[in-house]
């Protein structure tokens, strides 16, 4: 028998104020692959990633992760699911009263009672993993550079040692030298850390970079879906616009 997918979505359907966003998406995310879904501002990206992390639910359709349904779960019983996700928000999403090392040791804290040597230990080695210097856990999230806070709410994702990341707009802000850095990151972490993601963005480099497939999200709907030399060579006018920046 072969292993369920990590996240498996089927007819998915999500709308807000009587406006439908996602209008039938099917998609699956099996151990060990990076899935990027790509769309416009307002496509829908980050509706479709709150959905799998439980955080909204459709309207219609079903999200299983873990091989588990997880659209009609309670609050509690959603929580040791979320816990084995990793989920790097939009903007970082950092405390800013609280340090660095407060922000990546926050689950740490709240969700286990490990020994704070051991919690300081976690800590260095994600800050070190993600490229960030030691001192930096000593900062608030306001003295650090926008690349610097992106690492350090990957580091704090990464805490509780998730199955899956979740990672929205990683890259959304940042020049193309941090850009590339984050990207480059995130292919890293799939050799060794966490194998598994789904990253939404519209930053074509980033899907260039970690993609093992892309969906391209338009008008509510998948338009193309497999690997990246399979969604570039789409004959979709649609997609090639969003390919080409016309319609981003
Ligand atoms: N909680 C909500 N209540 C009402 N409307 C919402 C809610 N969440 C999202 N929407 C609407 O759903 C649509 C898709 O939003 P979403 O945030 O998923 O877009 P996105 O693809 O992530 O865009 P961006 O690239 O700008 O982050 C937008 O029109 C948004 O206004
Ligand atoms: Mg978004």
Redesign the pocket.
């Known amino acids: 028998m072969t292993e369920a997918p990590v996240i498996e979505a089927i007819d998915l359907r999500k709308g807000?104020?009587g406006?439908e966003?996602l209008r039938g998406l099917s998609f699956a995310v099996p151990k060990g692959v990076r899935l990027v879904i790509m769309?416009?501002?307002?496509?829908?990206?980050?509706?479709?990633l709150r959905l799998i992390a439980g955080l909204?639910r459709p309207d219609a359709g079903q999200v299983r992760v873990f091989g588990r349904n997880i659209e009609r779960l309670s609050e509690e019983a959603l929580l040791p699911i979320r816990r084995r996700m990793g989920y790097v928000f939009?903007g970082a999403a950092l405390f800013d009263s609280l340090t660095v090392y407060d922000n990546v040791a926050y689950a740490l804290h709240e969700h286990t009672s490990l020994a704070e040597s051991v919690v300081a230990d976690r800590v260095r080695h994600l800050l070190s993993l993600v490229g960030l210097e030691a001192e930096a856990q000593w900062k608030l999230p306001g003295e650090l550079s926008g690349g610097m806070r992106k690492r350090a709410g990957i580091a704090r994702a990464l805490a509780i040692e998730p199955e899956v990341m979740l990672f929205?707009?990683p890259t959304a802000g940042l020049d193309p030298t941090n850009s590339k850095m984050v990207a480059e990151l995130i292919a890293k972490l799939g050799t060794g850390v966490c194998d598994t993601a789904v990253v939404?963005t519209?930053d074509i480099e980033l899907a260039n970079t970690v993609a093992d497939r892309v969906a391209i999200?338009i008008d509510g709907r998948f338009a193309a879906t497999g690997t990246p030399e399979q969604v570039r060579s789409s004959r979709d006018p649609a997609v090639q616009a969003f390919l080409t920046g016309e319609a981003r």
């Open positions: 807000f104020n406006r966003v769309g416009g501002s307002g496509a829908g990206k980050t509706v479709c909204l939009q929205d707009e939404v519209h999200l």
